[in-house]
């Protein structure tokens, strides 16, 4: 059987595959990102805010152990991916199914990630002794 640990980075490499690449799309292929922007109503400049703030999510979900800062990282993303596929629905610009894809990977993240964090807090009560 497949541990929580082994499927919690299986799909997290998913998603930082999937990040990583819209990170790299969008300098690459700035041109035709600005354009999109545009006709999504955005300013340009949010193009390299994204990618940075893209970034230290990644960062933070792979490095981080902090939980309160692990919690806003998944909540930035929920935000960005699932208002990126809204405002794509809205103005009739493709169907956001990537979109809805980094945000079902996401999810599946969050809820291993919940998981593997439950149960490394009942190991480390194991130990503890139990006063009266």
């Known amino acids: 059987m ?3 640990k082994t499927i919690y980075y299986i799909v997290l490499g ?3 595959t999937a990040v990583l690449g819209s990170i790299l799309n969008s300098f690459l292929n700035y041109e035709e ?3 999109t ?3 999504l109503g955005y300013p340009i400049y949010l193009i390299h805010l994204l990618g940075l ?3 230290i999510g990644l960062l933070l979900i792979w490095f981080n152990k902090s939980h309160w800062s692990l919690e806003w990282a998944f909540a930035g993303f929920f935000m960005n991916y699932t208002l990126g596929a809204i405002s794509h629905l809205v103005i009739k610009d493709g169907n956001g199914a990537s979109a ?3 945000i079902i990977l996401l999810f ?3 809820v291993q990630s919940k998981k593997i964090r439950d149960s490394n807090n009942r190991l480390a009560e194991f130990g503890k002794p139990k006063y009266i």
Request: glycine share 0%; charged share 5%; net charge positive.
């Open 2 to 4: 497949i541990s929580q």
């Open 14 to 16: 998913l998603f930082t």
């Open 33 to 35: 990102v600005s354009l």
């Open 37 to 39: 922007f545009v006709k």
């Open 53 to 55: 703030f893209q970034t």
């Open 100 to 102: 809805v894809i980094c």
């Open 108 to 110: 599946i993240t969050y």
